[in-house]
């Protein structure tokens, strides 16, 4: 059943939001997301949902928050940001406690369902984010996060869940549980912290790249940290394009830069030559301005990963990303 809150406009300024939510705020009703694309044929609606426009333009908004900036840049570290952080540390600490299973199949541990099924308490774990009027809102924004660390029955993880976990903190953004302020830290830290327990959970249940393309696509698992990444580094002094495939370059400034993070990531998970394993990153390395890299991604999102039936036929809709039109 639909539950009713005052929700701000995150688009106002603060004065018009504080005159409004402090007279006659309209109720919002907030509903447990589900799927609304059934059907390749229900791709226009997604395309033009209030839902794309605001998950985009969140996507867009903190490619543009980090450009030129190193990971070890200062940014504000908000109460909202060391909770979420909490919470990722807790989904850490559960795979610790819950080491896989012997099993005759290579990939896919069972003991990750038994990890996943502790996500049923995820509304408990996400509600403590909300102010108390925000309450209600706990059970829409929680599936975001259940769904962002990957699928139970098959045990993989894809750019579909990923979106989901982005569509998490979209949604706090809406409900202004993070504004402006906490950009850098949403990508720097928390979405650094996410991609450190997701990268956890794929080697130690081994699950299975959901809708990889193998060696044709960017990634078997990630893309956001690739399109971010590449605009830290937009106007880098000394790393361009081509560098990236050089292990030296990678050793010396993973920690700085998310784009050299998951190619360490890569190096560590396959063997042979990197041209062989990820065909279509060496291409990239032959760009050569990271300007022209992130550009190039934003256009693939799109189109791979946004506009694919595949994967938006996961994703799920309720008030806050809303399946209305524009």
Known sequence: MAEKSAIPNPTEDDGEKNERTESSSPEHEFSVPKRE????????????????????????????????????????????????????????????????????????????????????????????????????AAPEVAVYLREGVGNKTRIDYGTGHEAAFAAFLCCLFKLRIFTEKDMLALVFRVFHRYLEVMRKLQTVYRMEPAGSQGVWGLDDFQFLPFLWGSSQLLNHPTIEPRHFPQLDIVQHHHTEYMFLECIRFINKMKTGPFAEHSHTLWGISGVPYWGKVNSGLIKMYKAEVLNKFPVIQHFLFGSLLSIQPE
């Open 37 to 136: 694309i059934m059907s390749p044929m229900d791709m226009g609606k997604w395309q033009k949902s209030q839902a794309h426009r605001d998950y985009l333009g969140f996507v867009l908004t903190l490619n543009e928050a980090v450009k030129g900036k190193s990971r070890t840049s200062e940014c504000h570290i908000s109460e909202p940001t060391e909770k979420l952080l909490g919470i990722l540390d807790t989904l850490d600490s559960w795979v610790d406690e819950t080491p896989p299973v012997e099993q005759p199949q290579r990939f896919g541990n069972k003991a990750y369902r038994t990890w996943f099924q502790r996500l049923e308490e995820v509304e408990s774990l996400v509600q403590p984010l909300l102010p108390e009027k925000y309450h209600t």
